[in-house]
């Protein structure tokens, strides 16, 4: 088997948070399984031609809020 093909196709960190997996992913993005301090969260990035749009943007931010 081809090592590369063993790599994972996400990152190990993005800012303070440390990515395990992936959850799924989506028309709107990606959902991680990742660790931040002590804790286990799903951190969802927009896929970033969407990041670009002030509407998606904002439903996102409402959307994070509302989860919280």
């Given at each position: 088997m081809d090592p590369a093909a063993l790599q994972p196709t996400h990152p190990s960190?993005?800012?303070?948070?440390?990515?395990?997996g992936v959850l799924g992913e989506g028309g709107s993005g990606i959902v991680y399984d990742a660790t931040w301090g002590?804790?286990?969260?799903?951190?969802?990035?927009?896929h970033p031609?969407?990041?670009?749009?002030e509407r998606?943007?904002?439903?996102f931010l409402q959307e994070a809020q509302r989860l919280q």
């Open positions: 960190k993005l800012g303070e948070f440390r990515i395990e002590p804790r286990r969260v799903a951190l969802k990035v927009l031609h969407l990041a670009d749009t998606v943007r904002t439903q």
